[in-house]
């Protein structure tokens, strides 16, 4: 049994940290020399197949942005990491966002590019047939703008339930990201948790995770759910509109 450690990164900022998931280029910098210290190797999703040990480390950058190509990428390729971008396909040229050109450059660096949906829409809040249009729409963009399959999906903003994991495999996606905080046991089917790296994550709680820290992870789960609680209570619609609102004016500025 393998324990697969998955990060999930969004935009990188050089200076002004407008997005609260955003972090700064000297920080990611700092955190990549980390993931290579301990020795880690990382892998895409197009790895998914292969014998995966627990040497190995999982990255992910949600959304598109811009940041994507002109920061992370070649911090990721200066320290020979690989990565997963997930893109959400209907943010594809707003501002903030790579566009397809950039999308392009990015795949022909190396990079996997995979699906965020293409709305953004907490998926689980959907009827079944409104999921399934999505993540159709978004994997046949991506397919035929790239040429290369999309079998991956990041679900936006974590939301899922059995409806959406349902639509996901039925779309053809294999293998399903989520937010929860968790150590992946590589044997255990085809969801892949996640564990959020933000703005106020310090080098020292990176530190924590990289070393698979049980009581740092607990902690970080505990507040996940509780996060995902307060959000049930104010329904997912109400919250999604202020997370995105939020985003959105934070990026836009
Ligand atoms: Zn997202």
């Given at each position: 049994?393998?324990?697969?450690?998955?990060?999930?990164?969004?935009?990188?900022?050089?200076?002004?940290?407008a997005?609260?998931?955003?972090i700064?280029e000297?920080?990611?910098?700092?955190?990549?020399?980390n993931?290579?210290?301990?020795?880690?190797?990382?892998?895409?999703?197009?790895?998914?197949?292969?014998?995966?040990?627990?040497?190995?480390?999982?990255?992910?950058?949600?959304?598109?942005?811009?940041?994507?190509?002109?920061?992370?990428?070649?911090?990721?390729?200066?320290?020979?990491?690989?990565?997963?971008?997930?893109?959400?396909?209907?943010?594809?040229?707003?501002?903030?966002?790579?566009?397809w050109?950039?999308?392009?450059?990015?795949?022909?660096?190396?990079?996997?590019?995979?699906?965020?949906?293409?709305s953004?829409?907490?998926?689980?809040?959907?009827?079944?047939?409104e999921?399934?249009?999505?993540?159709?729409?978004?994997?046949?963009?991506?397919?035929?703008?790239?040429?290369?399959?999309?079998?991956?999906?990041?679900?936006?903003g974590?939301?899922i339930?059995?409806?959406?994991?349902?639509?996901?495999?039925?779309?053809?996606?294999?293998?399903?990201?989520?937010?929860?905080?968790?150590?992946?046991?590589?044997?255990?089917?085809?969801?892949?948790?996640?564990?959020?790296?933000?703005?106020?994550t310090?080098?020292?709680?990176?530190?924590?995770?990289?070393?698979?820290?049980e009581?740092?992870?607990?902690?970080?789960?505990?507040?996940?759910?509780?996060?995902?609680?307060?959000?049930?209570?104010?329904?997912?619609?109400?919250?999604h509109?202020?997370?995105?609102?939020?985003?959105k004016?934070?990026?836009?500025?």
């Amino acid at each position: 049994m393998n324990n697969l450690l998955c990060l999930m990164f969004h935009s990188i900022d050089k200076d002004n940290l407008a997005h609260r998931y955003a972090i700064a280029e000297h920080l990611f910098d700092e955190f990549v020399k980390n993931i290579k210290k301990k020795s880690y190797y990382s892998i895409d999703t197009r790895d998914l197949n292969n014998n995966i040990d627990n040497a190995a480390i999982h990255l992910s950058f949600d959304d598109g942005a811009v940041s994507d190509l002109e920061i992370a990428s070649k911090i990721l390729l200066k320290h020979k990491l690989k990565a997963t971008f997930f893109v959400t396909t209907s943010y594809i040229g707003t501002p903030g966002y790579m566009t397809w050109g950039q999308v392009q450059e990015l795949k022909q660096k190396g990079f996997d590019i995979q699906s965020h949906s293409h709305s953004h829409k907490l998926l689980a809040t959907l009827s079944k047939k409104e999921i399934v249009q999505d993540l159709k729409m978004a994997k046949n963009m991506i397919e035929q703008k790239l040429g290369s399959p999309v079998e991956a999906l990041s679900l936006p903003g974590g939301s899922i339930n059995r409806k959406v994991l349902e639509a996901a495999l039925q779309t053809g996606h294999k293998y399903i990201f989520t937010s929860v905080p968790k150590l992946n046991i590589f044997s255990q089917g085809n969801v892949f948790h996640r564990i959020l790296i933000k703005q106020n994550t310090k080098v020292d709680n990176l530190k924590k995770i990289l070393v698979m820290d049980e009581r740092y992870l607990k902690k970080e789960q505990n507040k996940y759910y509780i996060r995902k609680a307060i959000k049930a209570i104010i329904t997912p619609k109400i919250y999604h509109y202020f997370w995105k609102k939020y985003y959105k004016d934070k990026v836009n500025n």
